[in-house]
């Protein structure tokens, strides 16, 4: 399976070709290295923004997309389900797993 990662400033202003691909089935945006690229201060909504244009791309050519995961806490479920809602398919680690399974009612081995 291909995947490919948009994490740089080169790579954001070729997005839309980049997803095009043939045969690229995933990918991932890559926030902190697209930041120190762009030069963004940490909490700049840019950031924000270009993470956001990189995920419409890739959702405009169905690719599962990285993005179900992050810290842990109470509201762990809730921005599991929030994640999977947005069109994220991708995530890492048993944690969210678990929860992506109880929320789409997934059974295990998937």
Known sequence: MLGVKIEDKF???NVDEIVKVP???FGEGGPGDMAL???FKPGDPRAKEVQDKIFAAAKAQHLYWLGI???RGANFEAMIEQ???EGHMVGSGEETAAAGRKFTKRPMPY
Do not use: M, R, V, Y
Request: charged letters at 5%; zero cysteines.
């Open 11 to 13: 790579a954001f202003a």
């Open 23 to 25: 045969g690229i089935g």
């Open 37 to 39: 690229s762009f030069g």
């Open 69 to 71: 995961g992050g810290g």
């Open 83 to 85: 994640t999977i809602k």
